[in-house]
């Protein structure tokens, strides 16, 4: 006999908030954010009207968006700029890598050298194109990292000592990554009374978002879908870098103007606009495609006593003033559409510098149940297969150790000591971020054998238990599911059929429904951007991202696929999980499966290209 359906969904989405309710949020939040700059809490309050205002529902539509898609101006996914030095980075043939889930277990004994060789694996394995498609009536490039409609808002450029062997033996230089040919555009040459802070084995890369990228196609949601991205990026950047026995760490004390100081932004674009627009306007909008620096990430040889000098770091930023940046950044589209609510938030979402010193948390390995559970691929080998489905094919059933295994690689502290919870950055890749994790895993179980169906969730931060149980539906089970390893905190809550309420909150996709399981990451939300201020906005994003990027390799580590599903009806998933107010919040869902391949697209190999910009 079939389960019977989980929960209906009844409650309307609230009216959009107006500047009165606005105002009553402040006033009535006060209390948690006594100890921010008032700026930060302004800033906060306007962040969290964005969140609400891009919500999806159920009852009241889509969040605010094109309509349809104006094709004469697509962005072009490749930024280059002209004219600038290209360095051709190398094509890896025969790359040693370990075996995918050893690298949750231990970093490689002994990390390669900084050199043109390993920076070029570097950026083969995290960042480049891994294919391209091609039908009848079009063809499209993939890449290594996943993007929200494979629109690719992220930039990385790098922060490099000397590499010897190259032309740039002799001085640091930053340069901006192309992915379409695998290569690095010089755009600055350090002069020697510029010294580099960092040692000359480690390097930094920064990422940046043209939100132009996706708003293109997403409208006003599409500064999410950009974090999104970011998180991916950090995540694959993290991921390539261990296999190379690198660690990697956010610089996250830096502020948002010494990054753009370090990308040399606004030598680049034109100002914005002041005062910003107040409603969406189109036209021919040069700084529309301006690049808004995200982070700066540190990499540097593993299991090292390693530290960066803050300070230090932020006078060198200072020199980069004076620097000949060599390039302009090529024209993306020829008109644009300025969502005007998009350049607004990232205003109040700038990090502010902070004094916090450099730290790295110890490595703690990650549970494993069986290296057998994973298919005989390499990290590398994993990493370029990996693909975004498409469809799933409602038939694949997952085994429950596989299940268990998967999300064992989900937690953020690794195999903890008895007494212990999960909660602090310890394990791979999750230990690049600078702050304990805050999203947790609502999992819709459709087909795991040995495993009944039904609601579930994954606690990665044990601090948050008693007021998640507190803040979530009375009648939820709360009971830890047949064999599950002793260190996965993992509560089912509820029994029963829930393919249709999976697709139904996943706006009506069966992509949700028809694979083993899917989920919504749910973060703690407001409490986190009241204590901290605004800037955690995108950070939370950016760890729902990191999530993913673990999600999409595990699923193709054990043979199957995934795909992230940035379109989902935010209350209505409050309103399953009995979530009400703010204190957590649904950011982003995704789904694990066997995936349907779709025959008629025909797979090319990513380099050389076809020589188009798609």
């Known amino acids: 006999m079939p389960s019977r359906p989980l929960l209906r969904l009844h409650s309307p989405r609230p009216r959009p908030l107006?500047?009165?309710?606005?105002?009553?949020?402040?006033?009535?939040?006060s209390r948690l954010s006594h100890h921010l700059p008032q700026n930060q809490t302004e800033y906060t309050t306007q962040a969290i009207a964005y969140h609400d205002r891009t919500k999806h529902s159920l009852t009241s539509g889509y969040a605010r968006g094109p309509g349809r898609l104006d094709w004469a101006n697509q962005p072009n996914p490749f930024l280059r700029f002209v004219p600038s030095p290209s360095l051709p980075l190398l094509h890896p043939t025969t790359p040693l890598s370990p075996h995918f889930p050893s690298i949750f277990n231990s970093f490689p004994s002994s990390p390669l050298p900084l050199s043109l060789s390993s920076l070029s694996s570097l950026l083969y394995y995290s960042l480049s194109l891994s294919a391209w498609k091609t039908t009848t009536f079009s063809t499209w490039s993939l890449r290594v990292n996943p993007s929200s409609g494979n629109l690719h808002p992220t930039e990385c450029h790098i922060l490099?000592?000397?590499?010897?062997?190259?032309?740039?033996?002799?001085?640091?230089?930053?340069?901006?990554?192309?992915?379409?040919?695998?290569?690095?555009?010089?755009?600055?040459?350090?002069?020697?009374?510029?010294k580099l802070p960092i040692p000359s084995d480690s390097l930094i890369a920064v990422f940046s978002s043209i939100f132009w990228r996706e708003a293109w196609k997403y409208g006003e949601r599409?500064?999410?879908?950009?974090?999104?991205?970011?998180?991916?990026?950090?995540?694959?950047?993290?991921?390539s870098a261990a296999a190379l026995g690198w660690d990697a760490k956010l610089l996250d004390s830096l502020s948002h103007s010494e990054l753009e100081a370090l990308l040399g932004v606004t030598k680049m674009y034109p100002p914005l606009p002041e005062p910003l627009p107040t409603k969406p306007i189109r036209g021919n909008l040069?700084?529309?495609?301006?690049?808004?620096?995200?982070?700066?990430?540190?990499?540097?040889?593993?299991?090292?006593?390693?530290?960066?000098?803050?300070?230090?770091?932020r006078e060198f930023v200072k020199g980069l003033s004076d620097l000949d940046w060599a390039g302009k950044p090529n024209s993306l589209s020829k008109d644009h559409v300025c969502w005007d609510v998009i350049y607004h938030t990232a205003e109040a979402i700038k990090k502010p510098g902070d004094d916090n010193l450099f730290s790295v948390n110890p490595f703690r390995k990650s549970g494993l149940i069986s290296e057998k559970l994973y298919k005989d691929f390499t990290v590398y080998e994993v990493v370029r297969k990996r693909r975004s489905a498409v469809d799933m094919d409602r038939i694949h059933l997952m085994e429950r150790e596989t299940f268990y295994q998967i999300l064992l690689h989900c937690l953020p502290s690794g195999e903890v000591d008895l007494g212990e919870k999960q909660g602090r950055n310890f394990a791979m890749p999750f230990r690049v971020l600078d702050w304990d994790a805050e999203v947790h895993l609502a999992l819709f179980v459709h087909r795991v054998n040995g495993l009944e169906n039904g609601i579930y969730f994954l606690v990665r931060n044990e601090d948050h238990f008693d007021s998640l149980k507190k803040a979530m539906r009375s009648e939820f089970e709360w009971v830890r599911p047949d064999k599950c390893p002793a260190g996965l905190p993992l509560y089912r809550l509820a029994k029963g059929d829930c393919q249709d309420l999976a697709k139904q909150l996943s706006c009506i996709q069966d992509i949700a429904s028809d694979g083993c399981?899917?989920?919504?990451?749910?973060?703690?939300?407001?409490?986190?951007?009241r204590e901290k201020g605004a800037w955690m906005y995108p950070r939370l994003f950016w760890e729902t991202g990191v999530i993913g990027q673990v999600l999409y390799l595990e699923a193709h580590a054990v043979g199957i696929s995934a795909t992230g599903i940035g379109c989902y009806f935010d209350d209505s998933v409050h309103e399953v999980l009995g979530l009400k107010g703010r204190d957590f919040q649904s950011l982003y869902h995704f789904t694990v499966g066997g995936p349907v391949v779709d025959k008629r697209i025909m797979s090319l190999p990513a380099y050389p290209g076809p020589g188009i910009d798609a």
């Open 18 to 29: 107006s500047l009165l309710t606005l105002a009553m949020i402040h006033s009535s939040t």
């Open 517 to 529: 399981f899917s989920l919504g990451m749910v973060a703690r939300f407001e409490p986190v951007l």
């Open 160 to 194: 490099s000592p000397p590499l010897p062997n190259s032309p740039y033996n002799a001085s640091p230089f930053l340069s901006h990554y192309s992915p379409k040919d695998h290569s690095l555009e010089i755009r600055a040459v350090l002069p020697p009374n510029l």
């Open 222 to 239: 599409a500064l999410r879908y950009c974090n999104h991205d970011v998180g991916h990026a950090i995540a694959a950047l993290a991921i």
């Open 286 to 313: 040069p700084w529309v495609e301006a690049q808004h620096p995200d982070c700066a990430l540190v990499l540097f040889p593993a299991n090292t006593d390693f530290t960066v000098d803050y300070p230090a770091l």
